[in-house]
Each structure stands twice: as structure tokens, then as C-alpha cells.
């Protein structure tokens, strides 16, 4: 469904391309994600995280198909982050941190509703992202004394290299949709993105492929930029 919805916008794009007109643009801003943790099997416990702050920067093409229609392919990198709540045990308490990096390319579709030399949009559509690497902090606290243990991972499958290296998966796939307000040549938007891809990396042992689906990871969560249009309107 996904790679035929990427089919049917790209498509569109190489119909109207020879008559739209295609502005660049920058865009910066934060998004607001959090592990999403769905187990099948009843006697495992879920991981339960909070959203935490992270970071988008990067580039964009508006290419403008007429008064109310647009299509919006993005070039982004992305630092996703999350969180697990503070546990407190007999005066033990920890908390995991996870960091993961992206290069993301969302293909949005957009509606626009001219107001003026404003406008209001709303958008929806696939994106695309290849992971860069991923960072697990666990911070540890007794009797005031932290200690922190970090683990890096990779993208790849699980024991394509050795033991002692651990794996993200190297492929995420989710849909945008949200709202934008545009005014001359600066555009903010808000956007709610649903991950639909495992964070867990695949085994290269078809076995423990076939328990990666009992339990899946997916990121969701908002993202809040802001974006400034080089050329016309």
C-alpha cells in the first residue's frame, strides 16, 4: 500500500511537473516522539515510554500544481527520541534514553486553501527513512551516585558481524499528515507521523525472525517546524 501510494504521488509530480512552479526551501524543528511497545504474546511486559525532544533539519521542493494543490518531497535528517518513566526501587532508581538517527524522505500531498498572501494547507503522505544508528542510555542512581551505561547500534541484522554487536533495523516506514499556515515565503506546520515499520532489526536465524513478530516497536508522534521558501509565492 505504501510503495503504491510513493507510485501514485510521484506519478502525479512527472504529469504537472513541465507547468508547476517548484520553489526550494529550509526547514528546522523539533518532533516529539515516543515508542509505541505491542506485544502479542500476553505473558511478556510492554515497554511503556514517554515522548521526549528531538530534532528535524533539512530541505524541501514545493512544487505548486495550481492555486489548491501542491506536492512536497522533503530531504530530512531526524534525531528521534524517547524515553522510559523513572523507576524507583528501595532507593535505586533508573531511566532509559533512546536516541535514533535518521535520513527521512516524506512525499506529502498537499491541499491549500488561499487566504490572501496567506495561506492555510493540510497534508498527508508516505516517508521514507534510512537509520544512521541508534544510542541506548540506561542512568542508574544509588544513594545519589549515577552511573551511565551507553550501547550503540547499527544498522544491519542481528549476527551479520559477531556477537557483540547489536542491530537497528535499517528501513522505517510510516505516513504524515497535518496542517500548515504559510505566509509570503515562511511556512509552519504541525504534523502527526505513525511509524509502521519495527525498530527491531530482522535475525539473520529465520527462527528469531519468526519471534520478532510477537513484539514490535514503532515510533510515534508529533513534529513542529518551520520552513523558509526561496522564489515565487
Do not use: W
Not at 507547468?19 to 506485544?39: D, H, P, W, Y
Not at 500531498?109 to 508516505?126: E, Y
Amino acid at each position: 500500500m505504501l510503495k503504491n501510494l510513493f507510485t501514485f504521488i510521484i506519478s502525479c509530480s512527472l504529469h504537472y511537473i513541465s507547468i508547476a512552479q517548484i520553489n526550494t526551501g529550509v526547514r528546522l524543528g523539533s518532533n516529539f516522539m515516543q515508542i509505541k511497545n505491542e506485544n502479542s504474546n500476553a505473558s511478556v511486559i510492554e515497554l511503556n515510554t514517554e515522548a521526549a525532544v528531538g530534532l528535524q533539519a533539512g530541505f524541501l521542493l514545493d512544487i505548486k500544481l495550481n492555486d489548491y494543490l501542491r506536492i512536497r518531497p522533503e530531504i530530512v535528517y531526524n534525531l528521534y527520541r524517547s524515553k522510559t518513566p523513572t523507576l524507583d526501587f528501595f532507593g535505586v532508581s533508573t531511566i532509559g534514553k533512546f536516541s535514533y538517527h535518521y535520513i527521512s524522505i516524506p512525499l506529502n500531498m498537499v491541499g491549500t486553501i488561499p487566504l490572501g498572501s496567506s495561506s492555510l494547507q493540510l497534508f498527508f503522505g508516505p516517508q521514507l527513512s534510512a537509520a544512521l544508528g541508534a544510542t541506548t542510555t540506561v542512568e542508574t542512581t544509588i544513594l545519589g551516585n549515577t552511573t551511565v551505561d551507553k550501547q550503540q547500534s547499527i544498522p544491519g541484522k542481528e549476527d551479520d558481524i559477531s556477537d557483540d554487536d547489536t542491530y537497528v533495523n535499517p528501513i522505517m516506514t510510516g505516513m504524515n499528515i497535518g496542517a500548515a499556515y504559510q505566509y509570503k515565503r515562511v511556512l509552519i506546520n504541525l504534523s502527526y507521523f505513525h511509524g509502521l515499520s519495527n525498530l527491531t532489526a530482522f535475525y539473520t536465524d529465520d527462527t528469531l525472525n519468526d519471534s520478532r513478530k510477537n513484539s514490535s516497536f514503532t515510533f510515534n508522534g508529533v513534529n513542529l517546524g518551520i520552513a523558509y521558501l526561496f522564489g515565487g509565492k
